[in-house]
């Protein structure tokens, strides 16, 4: 992106209330492909921004990463060990954790991973994996994508192209616990056929 004003911002840029571009704000985003800023949620003084990339300010941050209010990386967040493999489309965050969505791997968990609010830290026991097909033998070569997630206070909705998560068939939506191990609620859509995605999903 090159503002009208001339001064280069590249994929993530910050507006005053009256669009105006912020002089001050400036974030570093590179990858050795194309960088893609997919999702960016602002909560508790904080952005947390995903997508595909690799680093921020720097640092490396694959796909994910928490910054101040200013623009500055969070040092000490990161997703461990080496955050989701592929492109992050969709956050949500909560008091204690952070949901990213996505067709990613992220050690042994897929789709969509609970991160520790404070350190990044990835939630091995919260395990909502996403299968494009019902199966009984979930794997990372058959994930689902995840696109949306919607943080309800009280669990977390799930859009995306999948039909199974977290062991239980689900079509394109569904509702999760919030804490492990993740569940799936009774909610359950009519979505059939084909490759149905859900990209946005509001409450």
Request: proline fraction near 5%.
């Amino acid at each position: 992106e090159r503002t009208a004003s001339g001064i280069e911002r590249f994929s993530l840029l910050r507006l005053n209330a009256d669009g105006t571009l912020d002089p001050d704000f400036r974030v570093l985003i590179a990858s050795a492909g194309a960088v893609q800023v997919n999702a960016i949620v602002v909560h508790g003084g904080f952005i947390y921004i995903g997508g595909r990339f690799q680093m921020v300010n720097g640092a490396t941050r694959p796909n994910i990463a928490k910054l101040t209010a200013d623009g500055e990386l969070v040092e000490g967040w990161r997703a461990n060990p080496d955050g989701p493999t592929d492109t992050v489309h969709a956050i949500a965050v909560g008091t204690d954790a952070v949901y990213a969505g996505g067709d990613f791997t992220a050690q042994d968990l897929w789709g969509v991973a609970r991160l520790d609010s404070q350190t990044g830290a990835i939630d091995p026991a919260w395990r909502a994996q996403t299968q494009a097909f019902d199966t009984p033998t979930p794997s990372a070569s058959g994930r689902g994508n995840v696109r949306s997630l919607l943080h309800t206070g009280t669990d977390l909705i799930v859009g995306g192209y999948f039909r199974q998560i977290a062991g239980q068939a689900r079509a394109s939506v569904a509702r999760i616990s919030l804490t492990a191990p993740a569940t799936p609620s009774a909610f359950d859509t009519p979505i059939n056929g084909g490759e149905r995605y859900a990209y946005a999903l509001a409450l």
